[in-house]
């Protein structure tokens, strides 16, 4: 019987020889030291080759694995969390790691089926001691989170309509509400949410449970945890989560809102709480890439598939031309994080949120190629009902051209959205040079739509001359918003020289159609004025211009001319050529010896009186007719 204990004392001694000796030096060393402290560990019987064939082999592997059992089985038994003692959790460390080697170091011979059925008991005792881990795991990430308040570095917290809200206030149903946070402007923010001294205890449980083979449970009772983590600090951006439909049955008042609240939560999620998070992840995972991947995809997928999900609704959604704006904000807040994407998810497990992202990305570019088609069908289908009164600038002109300032003021943006649209294509397929911008094409496509339209409604007008009042009017509009904005680098001086010279046309036109005529009575043949005929051929004249003037006088005063320079040309104008033209007459007239005695009796404007009653035109009220003053 003793000798049986001594051959389990040697062959244990044996086995601590084989463990810690790496190399047969290093054994040989370690067998000298037993040697010289007892003389059963003489060189002689300990230096035999160390055969693991031995029955003597499975004894050392069964009480090494009994005593391991029992410390692992205390510890896991224990109801008080092993981390709150820090002796505690080294020494079970020291246990783990110690059962692990064993299983380790006698995998090669299970098939044995006496090590066998003693490895499947380790492997009991090791998934024992993971779930213990597990739990430990998850009782240190909840002792020391805390969810990330954004307003904990700045002064308030308020909500949308600007209200300011106190972690105290609570809902109208009583229920606690989450505090929404203050814009954030200083994106330079590291998060540590949890204590260095955690963040150590938990990489020495990820490593043995990694070591295990447990690395998707490690991953997943982490991401469990920091995922409510991340969405609670994303619901204090106050962005809520709503499905795609929802977000398309939304008024768009309500949508805007939403949008604005969007674009401030996902530039804070992707430049500080998911860079936050990776960092965390990778200190706590630190050494095992593949499940510092894994969690960190696990804990925010879901808050990245909400922010992108908003935003697909957004791109499948409406394509209303006064959607543009917002749908550019999302467009461009998409657009400049795609770098945070591309760094942030780098790994293999976020290749979807990258790919998907990207998608979505070129989504919101098609939206806005869509809208701006959908403008050009607004423009087409824009009725010809009713003439504008007095000529003036078309609701549709001002709609246009204000929505194109506008939409210009995105011009970096809208020229790479219309430059990826039409890659490929010629701009000679449009008629224009290969050097113009694809944006400038759709400009130059919008204006001449807007322009036929236009065309089209001056028809409605029975006055020639009202109808040159209105084309003046609204290309004069559209030269001075395109001259006032980007529009006229994108269009060109050629254009607005062309467009120019169209207003000036109109010019003429009214002046031919409405003033050509009545100045035409004012001409004389000087060869009869001595002659009665000529007397009476004067008075006619003069009787038929005062109806004509009057007529014109009391019309054109309500006919409408806004622009001021506008205005003041096309009286000048008149002027110029009536005035002369009425002042010869009157010398003529007056030169009649029959007429000049009674001039009173037929002269019924002076030449003051047709300049002051000139400039009463374009008023667009009823105004006076002109009259003696």
């Known amino acids: 019987m003793a000798e049986n204990g001594e051959d389990k004392l040697i062959a244990v001694a044996r086995h601590i020889a084989k463990t810690l000796g790496r190399t047969e030096t290093m054994t040989d060393d370690i067998l000298q030291i037993f040697s010289t402290f007892d003389g059963r560990f003489s060189r002689e019987k300990m230096s035999e080759t160390i055969n693991e064939e031995d029955p003597r082999s499975y004894v050392v592997l069964e009480h090494s694995l009994k005593s391991l059992e029992v410390q692992i089985s205390h510890y896991v038994s224990a109801e008080q969390p092993i981390w709150s003692d820090s002796a505690d959790s080294a020494q079970f460390l020291d246990a783990v790691d110690e059962l692990l080697g ?8 299970a098939g044995e089926k006496p090590i066998g059925a003693c490895l499947d008991r380790a492997d009991e005792v090791v998934q024992q001691a993971m779930f213990r881990l597990e739990d430990e795991f998850r009782m240190l990430i909840q002792r020391s989170s805390e969810s990330f308040d954004l307003c904990r570095n700045y002064d308030c917290k308020s909500d949308v309509s600007g209200s300011y809200l106190s972690d105290s206030e609570v809902d109208d149903d ?103 998070e990776r960092r965390l992840c990778d ?52 657009r400049d994080l795609m770098p945070e994407f591309d760094s942030v998810f780098a790994d293999q497990y976020c290749g979807l ?14 939206t806005i190629i869509g809208i701006f088609m959908e403008l050009e069908n607004l423009i087409r289908r824009d009725p ?67 322009e036929s339209n236009l065309e089209a409604k001056s028809k409605m007008y029975r006055d020639s001359a009202l109808s040159s009042v209105f084309l003046m009017n609204n290309g004069r509009y559209i030269v001075q918003k395109v ?47 001595n002659s009665n005929l000529a007397a009476k051929t004067l008075r006619e004249k003069l009787k038929v211009f005062n109806m004509h003037f009057d007529e014109i006088c009391r019309t054109q005063s309500a006919w409408v001319v806004a622009d001021e320079q506008l205005r003041d040309e096309l009286r000048t ?14 010398g003529r007239f007056h030169s009649v010896i029959e007429l000049g005695r009674n001039s009173e009796k037929y002269v019924k404007y002076s030449v003051e009186d047709i300049e002051a009653s000139i400039h009463a035109l374009f008023q667009g009220g009823g105004g006076s007719s002109g009259g003696r003053k």
Not at 353 to 366: D, M, P, Q, S, Y
């Open 102 to 109: 064993l299983v380790r170091d006698w995998d090669h011979l």
């Open 174 to 276: 009583g229920a606690d509400s989450i505090p929404v946070a203050q814009p954030v402007t200083d994106f330079d923010i590291v998060i540590d949410a949890l204590p260095s001294g955690t963040i150590s205890d938990l990489h020495e449980i990820a490593k043995r449970m990694v070591a295990a083979g447990f690395k998707k449970e490690c991953a997943h009772v982490y991401s469990n945890l920091r995922r409510e983590f991340l969405e609670e600090s994303v619901s204090r951006l106050g962005l809520r989560k709503f499905s795609i439909e929802e977000v398309q049955k939304m008024v768009w008042s309500d949508l805007e809102d939403e949008i604005e609240k969007w674009t401030k939560a996902a530039k804070v999620a992707l430049l500080i709480l998911f860079p936050s």
């Open 283 to 334: 200190r706590i995972f630190f050494g095992l890439a593949s499940a510092a991947d894994l969690a960190f995809m696990e804990v925010c997928r879901g808050s990245t598939i909400q922010l992108l999900n908003f935003a697909d609704a957004v791109a499948i959604g409406s394509r209303s031309p006064e959607r543009l704006f917002k749908i550019l904000d999302v467009f461009e807040m998409l």
């Open 353 to 366: 949120l990258r790919t998907e992202a990207g998608a979505i990305w070129k989504r919101l570019g098609e």
């Open 384 to 450: 010809a009902k009713a003439a504008v009164p007095g000529g003036g600038c078309h609701p549709i002109t001002r709609y246009v051209m204000n929505y194109l300032r506008a939409a210009c003021g995105s011009r970096q943006t809208l020229e790479q959205v219309f430059q990826e649209s039409f890659a490929g294509v010629s701009n000679g397929d449009f008629g224009t040079s290969d050097n113009t911008s694809s944006l400038s094409v759709q400009m130059s496509w919008i204006m001449e739509l807007l």
């Open 483 to 529: 001259k006032d904005s980007e529009l006229a680098s994108l269009l060109g001086d050629d254009w607005i020289r062309k467009h120019s010279a169209k207003v000036r046309q109109c010019h003429i036109s009214y002046q031919r159609n409405s003033w050509m005529k009545v100045q035409a009575l004012l001409k004389v043949d000087s060869s009869s004025l």
């Open 573 to 586: 104008s008149v002027i110029g050529n009536l005035a002369p033209a009425y002042r010869n007459f009157l």
